[in-house]
């Protein structure tokens, strides 16, 4: 028997009232053998309201003055653990939201990819972890190419060999030790640079190598994954004089789904 509850989509948004701004949606979820009889017999004694959870979250935050999202969770899932004895395990979820400054007290915010950050802890300590950025949208117009394919019956597709590319892409990794950790930005900076320099023979092809550079740029990354989906476009209109011009329309359901893990060495 497995059993979990929590609070989800808790929003917090903590500012010094002067020039600062942390944003960010958490997930909280406990579990430990003391909820068993909540489930078997009804029996709420040892049942923290996931409204407790929210306000707990929220008083968290309040003396939270840092940044970064990873370091946010590891102090909420620490200062839960030690206020409710009976819990055995958490996890924790956290994703940004993305507010990009304008001034010095002005911020705009914006629907972009953002940071994310799993944490998964018990007594001992972090147990597992994981970051990434997800909702990347990436678009580029030539250097991406998809042939020679195994061909049946079935096959319709017909072969290219330069084509715009569109993917939209998530991003996640692993650290050797959760104590050295890389600003998520710059991983996904490493990311759209490999996207926009590499001609690709297929997005398989394409993952591998961002697989590589961010393994090669980030020593403390162990695990690199990718999740992506083929986004590209439908041709409407094709130019007669120069068949490289085209008017592209978006693609109908269902979508092409492509995912690749790298473990360092």
Not at 230 to 240: K, S
Request: aromatic share 10%.
């Amino acid at each position: 028997m497995s059993i979990h509850y929590g609070k989800a989509a808790v929003r917090v948004y903590r500012t010094d009232g002067r020039s600062t701004l942390f944003a960010a949606e958490i997930r909280l979820d406990v579990s430990g053998q003391a909820f068993l009889p909540a489930y078997t017999q009804g029996d709420n004694a040892m049942v923290v309201p996931t409204d407790t959870m929210k306000n707990f979250i929220h008083a968290t935050a309040l003396g939270y003055d840092g940044a970064a999202l990873e370091e946010f969770l590891a102090l909420l899932g620490r200062r839960f653990l030690d206020a409710y004895a009976h819990i055995e395990h958490l996890a924790l979820h956290g994703r940004e939201l993305v507010f990009a400054r304008r001034g010095t007290v002005l911020f705009q915010q914006l629907e972009e990819d953002y940071e994310v950050a799993e944490l998964t802890m018990d007594r001992a300590g972090i147990r597992r972890h994981r970051s990434g950025r997800e909702a990347l949208r990436l678009i580029k117009i030539t250097g991406s190419s998809f042939a020679r394919f195994p061909r049946d019956d079935y096959t319709t597709l017909p072969e290219t060999a330069d084509r715009p590319l569109f993917i939209h892409l998530n991003v996640y990794w692993r650290y050797r030790t959760f104590a050295d950790r890389v600003p998520s930005a710059a991983v996904r900076d490493v990311v759209m640079a490999t996207f926009a320099e590499f001609v690709s023979k297929s997005i398989q092809h394409l993952l591998h190598e961002m697989g590589e550079r961010v393994l090669g740029h980030f020593p403390a990354i162990d695990e690199v994954s990718f999740e992506a989906e083929n986004r590209l476009w439908d041709t409407a209109q094709t130019c007669e004089r120069d068949p490289r011009v085209n008017v592209y329309c978006d693609p109908r359901p269902p979508y092409g789904i492509i995912g690749y893990t790298r473990h360092r060495g």
